[in-house]
């Protein structure tokens, strides 16, 4: 529901592919292929799925690509995708080991972001996955950042303290915090293609819910126990969000709420929603303290960045790449 800083794409191929668990079956279509990378294909149908997924990602933020964006948007994900294989060959090469328990540990994750069991099988079926091929997308997610993290990421310099405090002093007039809302939900799925019935179901279950809430039963639980959002491993937690971070019926329900009301039923494009405000900041410019560790990270993540895109360029100038 909201954009988060995924600096660089091709660190794992399901950041692409599977934020929706958007994939192909090859088998159901005539196979073709937008590139090769050192003999290795990749499909048109992986590159159209992971095109798809992003533009329905930032729909969910409230962005629309426009049609004349599209094609430098394919153009810039095929390039992502090309990276992100060389970065496999390469990680194929190095002694990572055995990850196959994060495997399977990143696919209960996926499928726990759906609530029930039932409702994972019935998006794989609908857009044609098989599972070993939703397997195969993560084991490459994995291997990739295992192979960043220890030939890449390892020798990495630490931040210094002088460097937070440059980089504070040069953006201190962008700190500027709007008023910003803690909020925690609980959310019931309605599909784009729901029946009047489905959606019914959907809010007599949220109601119930908010009924259970409102009487006094913890809120954490009920959402870890109900919510089918990826944040019910949380307890519903979404963290501080200004406004412009979430949909618009969303976000205008978290700001009328005070600390600690429940709101009624909210409606958005993703289903039925409870909402409930843990805290509240009034606008404010953020204090070095306050920001010292998020500075620490951004730095990290620019060199992390800038290591990746070195390591990229330097098994390109080695590869023979092949766009069709």
């Keep these: 529901m909201r954009i988060r800083n995924n600096w660089f794409i ?27 990378v050192n003999g290795a294909k990749i499909k048109t149908s992986t590159l159209d799925a992971a095109v798809n997924n992003y533009i329905e990602n930032q729909k969910m933020f409230g962005v629309t690509v426009k049609d004349e964006e599209k094609d430098k948007l394919k153009k810039d994900i ?22 196959s328990k994060e495997v399977d540990s990143q696919l209960e994750n996926i499928k726990k972001g759906f609530g029930a069991d039932q409702e ?45 405090k440059q980089e504070y002093e040069t953006n201190k007039d962008k700190l500027n915090v709007p008023d910003e809302v803690n909020a ?24 119930a819910l908010r009924a259970r809430a409102m009487s006094g039963e913890d809120f954490v ?14 307890g519903g937690d979404l963290g501080y969000f200004k406004k412009g971070d979430m949909v618009k019926p969303f976000e205008d329900a978290a700001f009328g709420l005070e600390k600690d009301q429940i709101s009624p039923a909210i409606e958005t494009q993703f289903g039925y929603h409870v909402i409930k405000v843990t805290d509240k900041k009034a606008a404010h410019t953020l204090t070095y303290e306050e920001v010292s560790e998020d500075i620490a990270k951004f730095l990290l993540n620019k060199r992390k960045r800038d290591e990746v895109n070195k390591t990229v360029d330097a098994l390109r100038k080695n590869a023979k790449i092949e766009i069709f």
Excluded: M, W
């Design 184 to 207: 925690s939900h609980i959310l019931i799925k309605v599909g784009e293609k729901a029946t009047p019935e489905e959606k019914q179901k959907a809010k007599e279950k949220i109601e």
């Design 120 to 164: 994972f099988q019935k998006v794989l079926k609908e857009r044609g996955i098989e599972i070993k091929d939703l397997k195969e997308d993560i084991k490459k997610g994995s291997y990739i950042n295992a192979y960043l993290e220890k030939e890449v990421f390892s020798k990495l310099s630490p931040v210094t303290e002088d460097e937070k």
């Design 78 to 99: 095929l390039n992502e995708l090309v990276s992100a294989e060389l970065l496999y060959q390469a990680s194929q090469k190095a002694d990572i080991g055995d990850l």
């Design 10 to 36: 091709a660190v794992a191929v399901v950041a692409l592919t599977l934020s929706c668990v958007v994939s192909s079956n090859a088998a159901a279509q005539k196979e073709s292929f937008a590139a090769k």
């Design 221 to 234: 639980k009920l959402a870890k126990e109900n919510s089918e959002d990826a944040s019910s491993s949380n």
